[in-house]
């Protein structure tokens, strides 16, 4: 009988992490608005909140934007109490109904801003840009990262003056995601509003184990 001992020789390996990135234009926006109102009698101010609201969104209608792209994000009733002498002294109370719109043309923002402030909102909770389709992107990212490995790769196999090009081994992605917008609050004021769309970032990060 015979035994036959294999012993594996460990694998040598270098391990590098490749980071790549797209600048993209925003073809997306999405703005939160808020309608607050307060008053002592709450079926009032629920009343008044209500009728502002349906206001600013036909004035949206008004502007071609589909109903299915506005939505109700949030809607809350709570009492309010002023401080006087140390003593609570009851307000009234406040209605907050936020609403979000999606708009697939950009050039729109600055007039459906303006729109919703001279129809009664009072806020403007956040603006943020997308991309409607960011696969596209995210693949020209990934490409982008993996030629970063890649050249990281080959420095370090000729810093070590290694005979053998290092071979790719295992890929794994780490990170593929658009960069976060800034998040953009402010009271509504009326009057002619320039908003800046800039440029969104869709980064990859992929770790690469290259054998040699």
Known sequence: MYYQNVFRQPVRKITVVGNGQVAVEPDVATIQFEVRTVDEQVRVAQEENAAIINQVIQSFVQLGIPRANIQTVSYTIYPKYDYVDGEQVFRGYEVNNAISVKLTNIDQVGIVNDTAVANGANRVSSIQFSVEDPSMYE?????????DAQTKAQTIANSMQLAVPPQPIRIVEEVN???PTPYYSVAAEKSTTPIEKGQLVITATMRVD???
């Open 139 to 147: 693949q020209e990212a990934i490409v982008a990262a993996l030629q």
């Open 177 to 179: 995601r658009v960069s």
């Open 210 to 212: 290259y054998s040699f």
